[in-house]
């Protein structure tokens, strides 16, 4: 019980460091200067897309027709001219192309670089500084530098009491242990895995949380990102097949309990089970990542409603603006419960993934 | 769909960045961490148990302790108790002692006054026989003078005798 009260209370402060509001505005200008620049009609689809994927540089804030945004570095290595460094900044918001890269407007690769080689676009192999990149770099820093302090901390004041970012991160290293790791993993076999549990816990609260910050630092989608929970489940695939012990194996090759005959000739229950091992770490990748993206998408679509409402009519935009704000604000204070609830979900799986593996036979 | 396809750029920087996270975090944070909790957890399962033993002992002890004071404020009773039996005894004896020497005292006084009653009775005879003597004496001497008053006398002197 105790644990859970200092996660709310802890849960509270990121509410109160999270402006709802300032989400809202600055999306809100964005449109705003898009609308007055390009004289297009409001696509709430293209507009909620652009604010989920990924981009090559960091928008700050607009004012009118005034961007600034953090330029970040695009590295591509293309087979027609080669290995390219530059700065986002050089597309002009998309504007122009550079060496012959420019961001796709439409099509399979809107918004990425793509090279334009004899009139069609191609994309190069691309390892470019991108938003999330940068952004799950720092959170990364950040976690570092956070726990290695905290890690220094319990070195000087061993046996005393905690004192400082050390108590407000206890109860979760805690919780992450004894709640997590010990009933899924079991008593005998936890302690290998709780490095990971902690690393991955962290990590995905962390960037959920900053997903939620509508400025930098925050404002990427990390979490949301596909290829990021990609990364997270396929670590934790592998320290499960690593780990899997001759029961684990023996489980899915000859799966006890079952008839003979679904196991020979057609070995239809090991094939079933094959697909277990695989499919679990998918579920996990797909699970973080549809429940972020999501939570961002409801958010984005109560914003669009202004602009849709507010091109039928201004009067007509300010009256949804007051329901949308409303609704925004309950819909950021649900995500940072689901916050706290996905990097627990995933790393509560992942726990009890590992503890499959080490069963023993019994 | 750009949203639901991995990105190979991404996948490289996260899986590197992640890796090495997780290698410092697992070198340098989490063992500390992790076995600091525990260590501290144990030292306070352990004072526990440690200030419960410590109590039972101090109960003990106290037990003891008033165990011990009522064995001494017993010994000090029987002390009391032997030390009075003890001057009661000495009293005693003295009060007997003293009698008896009292007694012999008396006794040899007795013893004395006896033998000076034996002296004194014998001197008396003595003397009485020296008396008798001398009245022999005489009744002798006046023997030839006259008859009867020799006689007389004679009577005189014994009526005298027997007086005495």
Redesign the interface.
């Known amino acids: 019980m105790k644990h859970i009260h200092r996660l709310l209370l802890i849960a509270f402060f990121f509410t109160c460091l999270t402006p709802a509001f300032a989400s809202v505005s600055d999306e809100h200008e964005h449109e705003i200067h898009q609308e007055s620049h390009n004289k297009k009609k409001f696509e709430p689809g293209n507009f909620i ?1 652009d604010h ?3 981009a090559y540089d960091w928008h700050v804030f607009s004012y009118g027709d005034f961007h600034f945004t953090a330029p970040l570095p695009v ?1 591509v290595y293309s087979e027609h001219s080669g290995f390219h460094v530059f700065m986002s900044s050089n597309f002009h918001h998309g504007h122009s192309s550079y060496k012959g890269f420019e961001l796709a407007k439409e099509g ?5 670089v793509v090279e334009m080689v004899n009139g069609h676009h191609v994309r190069p ?6 938003k ?2 940068v952004s ?2 720092i959170s ?1 820093i950040f ?2 530098w956070v ?2 302090s ?3 901390t ?2 000087k004041r ?2 005393q009491e905690p004192k400082g970012l050390q108590a407000y991160l ?1 109860p979760i ?2 919780f992450v ?1 004894d709640e997590i790791a010990k009933p899924a993993i079991g008593e005998k076999k936890y ?1 290998k895995f ?3 549990l ?2 991955i816990f962290f ?1 995905i609260w962390l960037n959920n949380l900053m997903g939620l910050v509508p400025f930098i630092p925050g404002g990427a989608n990390v979490t949301g ?4 929970t ?3 489940a ?2 934790t695939f592998i320290i499960t097949t690593v780990n899997g012990n001759k029961n684990y194996w023996k489980h899915i090759f000859n799966t006890p309990g079952v008839p003979w005959w679904l196991k020979f000739p057609v070995p239809l229950m090991p094939l079933v089970e094959l697909m277990g091992v695989f499919t679990k770490p998918f579920v996990l990748m797909v699970r973080l ?1 549809a429940n972020i ?1 999501a939570g961002h998408m409801i958010v984005l679509a109560f914003v669009s409603l202004i602009f849709i409402f507010g091109e039928m009519s201004p009067a007509l935009g300010m009256g949804t603006s007051v329901i949308s704000v409303f609704f925004v604000i309950f819909m950021d204070v649900l995500e940072l419960l689901v916050a706290l609830i996905q990097a627990y979900v995933f790393t509560l799986l992942s726990a009890l993934y590992f503890g499959m593996a080490v069963e023993e036979h019994h | 769909m ?14 590197i ?3 090495s ?2 290698f ?3 070198k ?7 076995d ?2 525990e ?2 957890n144990n ?1 306070i399962k352990e004072a526990l148990l440690s200030a419960e033993s410590a109590k039972e002992e101090m109960a003990k002890l106290q037990a003891d302790n008033q165990k011990i004071l009522k064995e001494a404020r017993r010994e000090r009773e029987g002390m009391l108790k032997e030390a009075k039996e003890l001057g009661d005894q000495i009293v005693r004896e003295a009060k007997t002692k003293a009698t008896e020497e009292a007694e012999k005292v008396v006794e040899s006084a007795r013893q004395a006054i006896e033998s000076d009653k034996v002296a004194a009775l014998s001197e008396i005879k003595a003397q009485v026989a020296t008396l008798s003597v001398e009245i022999a004496e005489k009744v002798l001497r006046r023997q030839f003078e006259d008859d009867q008053q020799q006689k007389d006398y004679f009577q005189k002197l014994m009526k005298e005798v027997n007086i005495n």
């Open positions: 897309m989920i994927a990924d590295i399979e690769y809107r918004g990425k192999f691309d390892i470019s500084m991108t999330n990149v799950m770099l990364m976690l570092l726990f290695i905290v890690a220094k319990y070195t061993k046996g206890e290293i805690v242990i302690k709780v490095p990971f902690l690393t990590f990102n596909i290829t990021i990609m990364v997270l396929l670590f990542f993206t | 750009g949203l639901v396809t991995p990105e190979l750029g991404t996948f490289i920087w996260m899986f960045a992640f890796a996270v997780f410092l975090l697992k340098y944070a989490w063992p500390a961490i992790v600091a909790i260590e501290r030292s």
